[in-house]
């Protein structure tokens, strides 16, 4: 039912509209960045929800003994087999990654985060991971934060107002031997604000997130997280930072998902 749920969305992500711009936000895959490089040395690494092989290709640079690349579009996986065909330690695998039975591994790598840390299938991953009785997902810990802000504002960031400078130079590698140009196509922005007033809703370790019972029982009016590579956390709401937002793609598909979904899981 989730990929029926979830198709628009993921024929977004399909046609390459999303993937790309998503590694632009350099809050976040920096964070993925540091513990990759320092933690997958002669480790079996299993990326679950590939997209553009990113995180698969690091691990390799960085000494990962296999890495298996699980990704459910057919499409993508053809893609990544081409962009993988001379690494001879990464193996991808048509993988539907909510159900299908999972390669072993040392480290699980996933990224069910675009703005929303509950939007993209967080708790069906979490809920294949516990039948498997796999544990070692990173990032493994989760804040979920309400706020309250003044002084909020946000602004569309164009190719002309980006700035590249906290990119890694991993990242600009990868692109670089994929023929990508980095290039925002207007999906990222820049926010600042003020903290008011906020309350955690929740902390703790992400498989907790399936006995907690008030996910979306928020104090205030805005709802951020924070993802936790061990103690190691990023946020979703960073001040003055490239972030890519699903929102502002306007998209129905993700309109009519978003409210299933939330049916579906009875969190509301």
């Known amino acids: 039912m989730f990929k029926e749920i979830f198709k628009e969305q993921f024929d977004d992500y399909n046609n390459g509209f999303l993937i790309w711009e998503m590694l632009l936000d350099s809050n976040r895959t920096n964070a993925y960045i540091d513990f990759i490089k320092n933690n997958v040395k002669d480790k079996v690494v299993v990326e679950c929800g590939t997209g553009t092989g990113f995180f698969s290709w690091l691990s390799a640079k960085y000494g990962a003994k296999k890495v298996y690349s699980c990704e459910q579009s057919i499409e993508l996986c053809k893609e990544l087999n081409e962009r993988f065909k001379e690494i001879d330690n990464i193996e991808v695998i048509h993988s539907d990654i909510f159900s299908d039975i999972l390669p072993k591994g040392d480290i699980y790598i996933h990224e069910l985060f675009g703005h929303c840390a509950l939007g993209e299938g967080l708790f069906y991953f979490l809920k294949n991971c516990k039948r498997q009785n796999i544990e070692n997902i990173f990032p ?16 569309v960031v164009s190719l002309d107002e980006f700035d590249a400078s906290e990119l890694d130079k991993d990242l600009i590698e990868f692109f670089a031997i994929n023929n990508k140009e980095i290039e925002p196509n207007d999906l990222l922005f820049n926010s600042e604000y003020n903290i008011t007033e906020s309350s955690t809703m929740f902390e703790g370790n992400m498989f907790n997130l399936l006995n907690f019972e008030s996910i979306t029982n928020r104090k205030y009016l805005y709802t951020y997280f924070e993802a936790g590579f061990n103690n190691n956390y990023y946020s979703s709401f960073a001040k003055h930072q490239n972030h890519w937002e699903l929102e502002k793609q306007k998209t129905y598909a993700y309109t009519v998902s978003e409210r299933l979904y939330v049916k579906d899981k009875n969190i509301y």
Do not use: A, E, V, Y
């Open 140 to 155: 493994n810990n989760l804040k979920l934060i309400s706020c309250n802000l003044d002084n909020f504002n946000q602004t």
